[in-house]
Structures are given as C-alpha cells and as structure tokens.
C-alpha cells in the first residue's frame, strides 16, 4: 500500500493508517446514525482527494500502457498483453 501514497507525502505509513481508521469510523456511523451528516461530509472529501491524488498516476500508467500496446512488444522482447504484466 506504501507504493501508492505519493512520495512528497510526509509520514507514508502514517496516512495509509489514518485513512483505513477513517473509513472504518465513517462506516460504523453511517451504519449506527451517528452523526451521519458529518461522517458523510468528510467521508466525500476524503473521496475528492482520492481522486485528485490517484487520477494523475494512474492516467500516467494508463498513457504508459498505452504506448507500449501500440507497439505490441514492450522493452524486454515480449509481446505484450495491454495488462501490464
């Protein structure tokens, strides 16, 4: 999971905790009506920054795939599938 948080972040691991233990939280009070419109609130923010941190990489991933599945073979010599295996 470290692999994914962006490595100017500070504290890696850190925030890799602190979102499982927010949506854990956010869960458990929807699922009770605990404060629902505050869990939901922040629970759609911490979305909003999903997204903005994870559609920059994986558009560079996909542009990545892209360019080698035109040419049908990647560096090593092998035929490639488009999966990125």
Do not use: D
Request: net charge positive; hydrophobic share 50%.
């Amino acid at each position: 999971m470290i692999g994914l948080v962006p490595s100017y972040m500070p504290w890696r691991l850190f925030w890799i905790y602190f979102v499982g233990v927010a949506l854990i939280v956010a869960s458990l009070s929807i699922a009770t009506r605990i404060q629902v419109r505050w869990s939901g609130l922040l629970f759609g923010i911490m979305m909003f920054e999903t997204l903005v941190f994870c559609v920059p990489r994986c558009h560079a991933v996909l542009c990545c795939v892209l360019k080698t599945t035109k040419k049908g073979v990647n560096q090593r010599g092998k035929t490639n599938t488009g999966l990125g295996l």
